[in-house]
Protein backbone atom coordinates (compact mmCIF):
# COMPACT_ATOMS: atom_id res chain seq x y z
CA UNK A 1 0.00 0.00 0.00
CA UNK A 2 1.29 3.77 -0.66
CA UNK A 3 1.67 5.86 1.75
CA UNK A 4 -0.33 9.39 1.64
CA UNK A 5 2.14 12.61 2.01
CA UNK A 6 -0.64 14.94 3.43
CA UNK A 7 -0.64 15.24 7.48
CA UNK A 8 -3.25 13.95 9.07
CA UNK A 9 -6.60 15.96 9.59
CA UNK A 10 -7.48 17.13 13.38
CA UNK A 11 -10.03 15.87 15.35
CA UNK A 12 -12.87 18.07 15.66
CA UNK A 13 -14.33 15.53 18.89
CA UNK A 14 -11.23 16.98 20.79
CA UNK A 15 -13.00 20.53 20.27
CA UNK A 16 -12.95 23.53 17.17
CA UNK A 17 -9.70 24.79 16.21
CA UNK A 18 -11.22 28.07 16.06
CA UNK A 19 -13.65 29.47 18.26
CA UNK A 20 -16.27 31.56 17.36
CA UNK A 21 -15.57 35.15 16.44
CA UNK A 22 -18.23 37.93 16.52
CA UNK A 23 -19.19 39.55 13.52
CA UNK A 24 -19.72 38.89 10.00
CA UNK A 25 -16.89 37.18 9.36
CA UNK A 26 -16.08 33.86 7.20
CA UNK A 27 -15.80 30.82 8.13
CA UNK A 28 -11.88 29.42 8.51
CA UNK A 29 -10.78 26.62 6.18
CA UNK A 30 -10.79 23.55 7.51
CA UNK A 31 -6.97 22.07 8.78
CA UNK A 32 -4.74 20.39 6.75
CA UNK A 33 -4.46 19.45 3.15
CA UNK A 34 -7.38 18.15 0.92
CA UNK A 35 -7.50 14.74 0.70
CA UNK A 36 -6.36 13.00 -3.22
CA UNK A 37 -8.84 14.17 -5.80
CA UNK A 38 -10.89 16.64 -3.35
CA UNK A 39 -10.66 20.44 -4.09
CA UNK A 40 -10.14 22.65 -0.59
CA UNK A 41 -12.79 25.00 0.02
CA UNK A 42 -13.18 28.65 -0.34
CA UNK A 43 -10.33 27.95 -3.42
CA UNK A 44 -11.50 27.88 -6.97
CA UNK A 45 -11.49 23.85 -8.74
CA UNK A 46 -8.48 23.03 -11.23
CA UNK A 47 -8.53 23.60 -14.22
CA UNK A 48 -7.82 27.72 -12.78
CA UNK A 49 -9.70 30.28 -14.69
CA UNK A 50 -7.75 30.73 -18.97
CA UNK A 51 -8.30 34.36 -18.70
CA UNK A 52 -4.37 35.99 -16.93
CA UNK A 53 -6.66 39.25 -16.44
CA UNK A 54 -10.07 37.11 -14.25
CA UNK A 55 -9.75 37.21 -10.68
CA UNK A 56 -9.02 34.45 -8.71
CA UNK A 57 -11.46 34.54 -5.78
CA UNK A 58 -14.53 36.21 -5.87
CA UNK A 59 -14.77 39.71 -4.74
CA UNK A 60 -11.15 40.08 -5.75
CA UNK A 61 -9.76 43.05 -7.96
CA UNK A 62 -9.21 42.09 -11.58
CA UNK A 63 -5.53 41.82 -12.50
CA UNK A 64 -3.74 44.13 -15.14
CA UNK A 65 -5.31 45.17 -17.89
CA UNK A 66 -3.67 43.52 -20.97
CA UNK A 67 -1.11 45.16 -22.77
CA UNK A 68 0.75 46.32 -24.45
CA UNK A 69 1.79 49.19 -22.39
CA UNK A 70 3.66 52.60 -22.90
CA UNK A 71 7.07 52.41 -23.59
CA UNK A 72 6.81 48.70 -24.30
CA UNK A 73 8.17 46.61 -27.30
CA UNK A 74 5.20 45.33 -29.55
CA UNK A 75 5.39 41.65 -29.74
CA UNK A 76 7.54 40.48 -32.42
CA UNK A 77 6.44 38.23 -36.03
CA UNK A 78 6.74 35.04 -36.17
CA UNK A 79 10.01 33.42 -34.85
CA UNK A 80 12.48 31.04 -36.02
CA UNK A 81 14.63 29.88 -39.54
CA UNK A 82 11.81 29.34 -41.54
CA UNK A 83 10.21 33.35 -40.94
CA UNK A 84 9.55 34.59 -44.62
CA UNK A 85 10.05 37.80 -42.49
CA UNK A 86 13.61 36.96 -41.47
CA UNK A 87 14.78 35.89 -44.53
CA UNK A 88 13.54 38.77 -46.74
CA UNK A 89 15.26 41.09 -44.22
CA UNK A 90 18.56 38.73 -44.66
CA UNK A 91 18.55 39.13 -48.72
CA UNK A 92 17.87 42.49 -49.16
CA UNK A 93 21.01 43.78 -48.30
CA UNK A 94 22.98 40.90 -50.01
CA UNK A 95 20.60 41.81 -53.13
CA UNK A 96 21.45 45.22 -53.34
CA UNK A 97 25.42 44.38 -52.96
CA UNK A 98 24.90 42.04 -55.90
CA UNK A 99 23.15 44.29 -58.12
CA UNK A 100 25.74 46.95 -57.50
CA UNK A 101 28.71 44.46 -57.88
CA UNK A 102 27.19 43.33 -61.38
CA UNK A 103 26.40 47.09 -62.65
CA UNK A 104 30.15 47.72 -62.15
CA UNK A 105 31.39 44.76 -64.14
CA UNK A 106 29.12 45.10 -66.92
CA UNK A 107 30.44 48.86 -67.18
CA UNK A 108 34.01 48.32 -67.57
CA UNK A 109 33.01 45.36 -69.61
CA UNK A 110 31.19 48.17 -71.66
CA UNK A 111 34.01 50.66 -71.37
CA UNK A 112 36.99 47.91 -72.63
CA UNK A 113 34.75 46.72 -75.45
CA UNK A 114 34.09 50.46 -76.76
CA UNK A 115 37.68 50.83 -76.31
CA UNK A 116 38.55 47.83 -78.90
CA UNK A 117 35.68 48.54 -81.18
CA UNK A 118 36.90 52.06 -81.88
CA UNK A 119 40.50 50.86 -82.12
CA UNK A 120 39.75 47.78 -84.40
CA UNK A 121 37.32 50.46 -86.44
CA UNK A 122 40.59 52.66 -87.07
CA UNK A 123 42.88 49.77 -88.13
CA UNK A 124 40.19 48.56 -90.14
CA UNK A 125 39.04 51.80 -92.09
CA UNK A 126 41.97 54.11 -91.94
CA UNK A 127 44.47 53.01 -94.45
CA UNK A 128 46.86 54.24 -93.54
CA UNK A 129 46.92 52.92 -90.35
CA UNK A 130 45.78 49.73 -91.79
CA UNK A 131 49.13 49.44 -93.45
CA UNK A 132 51.64 50.81 -90.50
CA UNK A 133 50.40 48.17 -88.79
CA UNK A 134 50.47 44.95 -91.47
CA UNK A 135 54.53 46.76 -91.88
CA UNK A 136 55.49 47.35 -88.13
CA UNK A 137 54.78 43.35 -86.60
CA UNK A 138 57.30 44.49 -84.15
CA UNK A 139 54.81 46.73 -82.34
CA UNK A 140 52.27 43.91 -82.50
CA UNK A 141 54.64 40.93 -80.67
CA UNK A 142 55.18 44.03 -77.91
CA UNK A 143 51.61 44.51 -77.69
CA UNK A 144 51.61 40.95 -76.80
CA UNK A 145 54.71 41.19 -74.59
CA UNK A 146 52.39 43.51 -72.30
CA UNK A 147 49.28 41.74 -72.95
CA UNK A 148 50.88 38.72 -71.23
CA UNK A 149 52.75 39.93 -68.50
CA UNK A 150 49.72 42.32 -67.09
CA UNK A 151 47.08 39.10 -67.58
CA UNK A 152 49.20 37.21 -65.46
CA UNK A 153 49.48 39.86 -62.71
CA UNK A 154 46.11 40.64 -62.70
CA UNK A 155 45.13 37.02 -62.61
CA UNK A 156 47.99 35.35 -60.25
CA UNK A 157 48.22 38.52 -57.75
CA UNK A 158 45.43 39.16 -55.30
CA UNK A 159 46.94 42.44 -53.63
CA UNK A 160 47.34 44.68 -57.18
CA UNK A 161 44.11 43.62 -58.74
CA UNK A 162 42.34 44.95 -55.18
CA UNK A 163 43.92 47.95 -54.59
CA UNK A 164 42.82 50.79 -56.01
CA UNK A 165 44.21 52.32 -58.41
CA UNK A 166 46.64 50.17 -59.49
CA UNK A 167 43.70 47.60 -60.66
CA UNK A 168 42.35 50.16 -62.90
CA UNK A 169 45.92 51.42 -64.17
CA UNK A 170 46.38 47.74 -65.21
CA UNK A 171 43.07 46.83 -66.82
CA UNK A 172 43.68 50.09 -69.18
CA UNK A 173 47.23 48.74 -70.15
CA UNK A 174 45.97 45.70 -70.27
CA UNK A 175 42.82 46.78 -72.75
CA UNK A 176 45.05 48.85 -74.68
CA UNK A 177 47.55 45.85 -75.64
CA UNK A 178 44.24 43.67 -76.13
CA UNK A 179 42.85 45.98 -78.77
CA UNK A 180 45.80 46.99 -80.39
CA UNK A 181 46.30 42.93 -81.37
CA UNK A 182 42.49 42.62 -82.05
CA UNK A 183 43.22 45.60 -84.33
CA UNK A 184 45.95 44.35 -85.88
CA UNK A 185 44.57 41.17 -86.90
CA UNK A 186 41.92 42.51 -88.35
CA UNK A 187 43.80 44.77 -90.56
CA UNK A 188 44.42 41.48 -92.16
CA UNK A 189 40.88 40.65 -93.20
CA UNK A 190 38.36 42.34 -95.20
CA UNK A 191 35.88 44.99 -93.51
CA UNK A 192 32.69 42.95 -94.46
CA UNK A 193 34.50 39.89 -93.13
CA UNK A 194 35.09 41.95 -89.66
CA UNK A 195 31.46 43.58 -89.51
CA UNK A 196 29.98 40.10 -89.83
CA UNK A 197 31.96 38.44 -87.18
CA UNK A 198 31.25 41.64 -84.88
CA UNK A 199 27.51 40.96 -84.99
CA UNK A 200 28.08 37.35 -84.76
CA UNK A 201 29.99 38.04 -82.00
CA UNK A 202 27.77 40.26 -80.47
CA UNK A 203 24.56 37.78 -80.92
CA UNK A 204 26.58 34.98 -79.49
CA UNK A 205 27.38 36.67 -76.32
CA UNK A 206 23.95 38.41 -75.53
CA UNK A 207 22.46 35.16 -75.97
CA UNK A 208 24.69 33.16 -73.38
CA UNK A 209 24.10 36.00 -71.32
CA UNK A 210 20.51 36.21 -71.03
CA UNK A 211 20.37 32.15 -71.27
CA UNK A 212 23.06 32.28 -68.01
CA UNK A 213 20.46 34.36 -65.94
CA UNK A 214 17.34 32.41 -66.84
CA UNK A 215 18.88 28.95 -66.85
CA UNK A 216 18.60 26.46 -63.41
CA UNK A 217 21.49 24.53 -64.79
CA UNK A 218 25.05 25.15 -62.57
CA UNK A 219 27.81 25.40 -64.74
CA UNK A 220 30.22 26.67 -61.85
CA UNK A 221 29.72 22.41 -60.55
CA UNK A 222 32.06 21.77 -63.79
CA UNK A 223 35.28 23.97 -62.81
CA UNK A 224 37.50 20.90 -63.28
CA UNK A 225 35.89 20.37 -66.66
CA UNK A 226 36.25 23.80 -67.19
CA UNK A 227 40.49 23.57 -66.46
CA UNK A 228 40.82 20.42 -68.77
CA UNK A 229 39.25 22.65 -71.69
CA UNK A 230 41.39 25.36 -70.85
CA UNK A 231 44.42 23.17 -71.26
CA UNK A 232 43.24 21.35 -74.41
CA UNK A 233 42.60 24.72 -76.14
CA UNK A 234 46.14 26.01 -74.95
CA UNK A 235 48.09 22.13 -75.96
CA UNK A 236 46.14 22.41 -79.22
CA UNK A 237 46.67 25.86 -80.50
CA UNK A 238 50.45 25.17 -79.63
CA UNK A 239 50.16 22.37 -82.06
CA UNK A 240 48.29 24.12 -84.65
CA UNK A 241 50.78 26.98 -84.51
CA UNK A 242 53.69 24.59 -85.06
CA UNK A 243 52.08 22.88 -88.22
CA UNK A 244 50.87 25.39 -90.20
CA UNK A 245 54.05 27.63 -89.45
CA UNK A 246 55.79 24.77 -91.87
CA UNK A 247 52.57 24.29 -94.28
CA UNK A 248 48.87 25.47 -94.04
CA UNK A 249 46.39 22.79 -93.77
CA UNK A 250 42.81 24.47 -94.13
CA UNK A 251 40.95 22.41 -92.46
CA UNK A 252 43.21 21.84 -89.45
CA UNK A 253 42.86 25.86 -89.19
CA UNK A 254 39.21 25.32 -89.19
CA UNK A 255 39.47 22.65 -86.54
CA UNK A 256 40.92 24.70 -84.05
CA UNK A 257 39.03 27.93 -84.64
CA UNK A 258 35.70 26.08 -84.19
CA UNK A 259 37.07 24.56 -81.46
CA UNK A 260 37.98 27.39 -79.72
CA UNK A 261 35.17 29.45 -80.64
CA UNK A 262 33.00 26.58 -78.92
CA UNK A 263 35.45 26.68 -75.49
CA UNK A 264 35.40 29.96 -75.33
CA UNK A 265 31.39 30.38 -75.41
CA UNK A 266 31.01 28.10 -72.37
CA UNK A 267 33.63 30.11 -70.66
CA UNK A 268 31.71 33.28 -71.21
CA UNK A 269 28.50 31.16 -69.98
CA UNK A 270 30.47 29.86 -66.94
CA UNK A 271 32.42 33.64 -66.20
CA UNK A 272 28.91 34.68 -66.28
CA UNK A 273 27.18 32.56 -63.59
CA UNK A 274 30.34 33.27 -61.30
CA UNK A 275 29.08 36.77 -61.84
CA UNK A 276 25.69 36.87 -61.11
CA UNK A 277 26.15 34.21 -58.24
CA UNK A 278 23.33 31.80 -57.04
CA UNK A 279 25.16 29.46 -57.72
CA UNK A 280 27.83 26.74 -56.39
CA UNK A 281 30.51 29.33 -56.75
CA UNK A 282 30.75 32.46 -57.25
CA UNK A 283 33.27 35.98 -57.51
CA UNK A 284 33.44 37.68 -54.41
CA UNK A 285 32.02 41.45 -54.65
CA UNK A 286 35.88 42.64 -54.65
CA UNK A 287 36.97 40.86 -57.41
CA UNK A 288 34.85 43.38 -59.73
CA UNK A 289 38.20 43.55 -61.69
CA UNK A 290 39.05 40.01 -62.25
CA UNK A 291 35.49 39.65 -63.57
CA UNK A 292 35.10 42.10 -65.86
CA UNK A 293 38.71 41.09 -67.03
CA UNK A 294 37.29 37.40 -67.88
CA UNK A 295 33.82 38.66 -69.29
CA UNK A 296 36.44 40.92 -71.63
CA UNK A 297 38.64 38.09 -72.94
CA UNK A 298 36.11 35.74 -73.28
CA UNK A 299 34.36 37.64 -75.71
CA UNK A 300 37.52 39.27 -77.30
CA UNK A 301 38.72 35.29 -77.76
CA UNK A 302 34.78 34.35 -79.69
CA UNK A 303 35.64 37.32 -81.93
CA UNK A 304 39.07 36.41 -83.12
CA UNK A 305 38.27 32.54 -83.89
CA UNK A 306 34.78 33.96 -85.68
CA UNK A 307 36.74 36.21 -87.47
CA UNK A 308 39.18 33.18 -88.56
CA UNK A 309 36.51 31.32 -89.56
CA UNK A 310 34.66 33.41 -91.45
CA UNK A 311 37.45 34.80 -92.66
CA UNK A 312 38.53 31.90 -94.41
CA UNK A 313 35.31 31.01 -95.43
CA UNK A 314 35.30 33.87 -97.99
CA UNK A 315 38.33 33.68 -99.54
Known sequence: MSRSEYPPGYDEARGPLYPPQGGNYPAPPA??????????????????????????YPGQPGAYPPGPYPGQPHPAGPVGPDSECTELLKLRPMKSVLSAFVFQVYL?????????????????????????????????????????????????????????????????????????????????????????????TAVVCITVMVFCFQTKVDF?????????????????????????????????????????????????????????GNRKYSISPDEYVFAALSLYVDIIQIFLFLLQIIGASTK
Not at 39 to 52: I, V, W
Not at 188 to 195: E, L
Open 31 to 56: YGFPSYGASNPGQPSAPYPTDPNAPM
Open 108 to 200: ILASQLIVTTSIVAVFTFVDPVREFVKRNQAVYWASYAVYFITHLVLVCCTGPRRKHPWNFILLTIFTLALSYMTGTISSFYNTKVVFLAMGI
Open 220 to 276: TKCHGLFCVLGIVIFVTGIITAIVLSFKYILWLHMLYAALGAIVFTMFLAYHTQLLI
